[in-house]
């Protein structure tokens, strides 16, 4: 997968490299995150291959906006991209690269801080997506089945994004119980 089929896809509607961030916080971030310094960039390399276009156009607030729009071109992309088959590869999980070497610090104190503040940003990630499907639940009652298909397979999304956030928080809560049992245990002997 790559950012700028993301962003292909994100420009079925015009935006600004603005709105796509917000748009990248507000309903992909269980699963991919990008900073206006990779987008922008993108957005102009992509517009000089002629799978974008885009017009200066007036801002609600603040100096006039640049406004992406998908050419053509970048719809075939797309539409190539999503009928290749699934993109499956192997994930790069820092935290738990993290948790495989905690045995290093020699300390239990040091790990189970670590896990303790690993839970805490579990916990708060599962509260944003949480309050995400709520907000949408409660603002369209056709949620979830009975959406169009442009909000129902980003809908697939959230839900995968809590099974597995609430996967993590389980298994930070299974984690820190045994590890403060495996302290008493050195502690006591």
């Known amino acids: ?11 079925q509607q015009p935006h600004s490299g603005y709105d796509i961030k917000k748009e990248f916080e507000k309903s992909l971030r269980n699963f991919w995150r990008a900073e ?15 799978l974008i276009s885009s017009k200066v156009g007036a801002s609600d607030i603040g100096p006039r906006k640049r ?17 290749d088959g699934p993109v499956v590869g192997t994930e790069r999980i820092g935290y738990l690269a993290q948790v495989y ?12 801080t670590f896990m303790e503040e690993l ?4 916990r708060r990630w599962l509260d944003l997506l949480e309050s995400s499907e709520a907000e949408w639940r409660a603002n369209d009652p056709r949620y979830p089945d009975g959406l169009p298909d ?14 597995k956030v609430r996967a993590n928080v389980e298994w930070c809560e299974d984690c ?7 302290r008493q245990r ?4």
Not at 152 to 163: A, K, N, S, V, W
């Open 1 to 11: 997968m790559s950012l700028r089929h993301i962003l292909l896809g994100m420009l």
């Open 36 to 50: 206006l310094s990779q987008i922008y960039p993108l957005l102009q390399k992509m517009e000089a291959e002629g």
């Open 67 to 83: 406004i992406y729009r998908r050419a053509a071109k970048g719809s075939r992309e797309l539409n190539a991209w999503l009928s």
């Open 101 to 112: 070497f905690l045995g290093h610090l020699k300390d239990h104190d040091k790990a189970i």
């Open 119 to 122: 839970l805490a940003y579990m």
């Open 150 to 163: 442009s909000e129902f397979y980003p809908q697939l999304t959230l839900d995968l994004g809590l099974r």
């Open 176 to 182: 820190l119980e045994r590890m403060q049992k495996r």
């Open 186 to 189: 050195a502690r006591a002997g």
